[in-house]
């Protein structure tokens, strides 16, 4: 399967995904506040380079992979590079520098279920959204169960290695995720230079 369509069918999955998570909020009052990244700041995120795909491609297509693969090669810490500091003195607050091409992981906390070891389902969450909105929360999570429109984060990690299961199964550190999928594309353009018309290698 070429590279542009994987990244369709990684898009596409974000797409259903996406319908899913405002569903999820209309009906559950449940968001992240205004401005935090929080979650984002942490240093042990995980993701596998299949959902970074569709960012690593449209870096290739602005001719910025080989920039963008030395600042990643060069960087110290374990902070996910897309992650954009608001301000100087708390490095929570912030957001991402490229929201619409995300990794899923990022799409799905805060906005989805997962099932605990014991089988039961807990939504995927942290303590400032518990805190932000706590009724809400309650009830949630006292009908998780019968709910029908919380996307559960399984089934779409199950999606994404249908695409491709070799890339879709690597779980490692996020920024090694992301500069794996660079690699991933430059090496099919590599092999395949005029494959759909894109004749540049960045």
């Known amino acids: 399967m070429s590279i542009i369509n994987k990244v369709r069918l990684v898009e596409q999955l974000y797409i259903q995904l996406d319908k899913e998570i405002n569903t999820f909020k209309f009906h559950s009052n449940i968001d992240c506040g205004s401005g935090c990244g929080k979650c984002c700041n942490k240093k042990d995120i995980e993701a596998s380079p299949l959902e ?23 960087k110290q810490d374990s902070e996910c590079f897309l992650y954009n500091h608001l301000s100087i003195i708390d490095k929570g607050i912030g957001n991402c520098s490229d929201y619409y091409h995300r990794g899923l992981i990022c799409r799905l ?18 303590k400032i959204i518990k805190e932000l909105n706590p009724e809400s929360f309650k009830l949630i999570s006292s009908e998780i169960e019968n709910i029908k429109y919380i996307p559960v984060c399984t089934d779409y990690y199950m999606k994404l290695q249908q695409i491709d299961f070799k890339l879709g199964n690597i779980i ?22 005029y494959d759909n018309g894109f004749k540049h290698s960045a």
Request: with cysteine; glycine share 4%.
């Open 172 to 193: 490692v550190p996020i920024n090694q995720a992301m500069t794996m999928a660079i690699e991933e594309v430059l090496n099919y353009y590599y092999y395949h230079p």
């Open 109 to 126: 906390f805060g906005n989805a279920a997962n099932r605990d070891k014991y089988g039961k389902m807990q939504l995927l969450t942290c």
């Open 52 to 74: 970074f795909l569709p960012w690593s491609f449209q870096i290739y297509l602005e001719g910025k992979s080989q920039e963008v693969l030395a600042e990643l090669t060069k």
